[in-house]
């Protein structure tokens, strides 16, 4: 079982930065990938980014390439994801995903363990 608490959510305004923490307990961090997600009122959870169990290989999605970086630090259980010039509809719950591999996906069905999620609002 691994838990998930996200952190770092806040009002920003447009164009603005956010640094999201994604910290883990339970069983052995380093071997799960990580991704992270995010969810308007409506519409369905999307795909992020997501970083592989060394923090070698990460993945984005095109709408985040060149302005989003996920990280990590094994040592202390922690998974980052720094979000520079912020869009308004990218205001949203981010929610962080733990899957039990090493590799990681950009499908939300291949994740085991999910967190509360986090509040992103980008205002105009």
């Known amino acids: 079982q691994v838990q998930l608490v996200e952190s770092g959510g806040g009002l920003v305004q447009t164009g603005g930065s956010l640094r999201l923490s994604c910290t883990a307990s339970?069983?052995?961090?380093?071997?799960?990938?990580i991704g992270w997600f995010r969810q308007t009122p409506g519409k369905e959870r999307e795909f992020v980014a997501a970083?592989?169990?060394?923090?070698?290989?990460?993945y984005y999605a095109d709408s985040v390439k060149g302005r989003f970086t996920i990280s990590r630090d094994n040592a202390k259980n922690t998974v980052y994801l720094q979000m520079n010039s912020l869009k308004p509809e990218e205001s949203a719950v981010y929610y962080c995903?733990?899957?039990?591999?090493?590799?990681?996906?950009?499908?939300?069905?291949?994740?085991?363990?999910w967190g509360q999620g986090t509040q992103v609002t980008v205002s105009s």
């Open positions: 339970g069983r052995t961090f380093g071997n799960y990938a």
């Open positions: 995903a733990a899957r039990g591999a090493i590799r990681a996906t950009m499908a939300k069905s291949r994740y085991d363990y």
């Open positions: 970083i592989n169990w060394s923090g070698g290989s990460s």
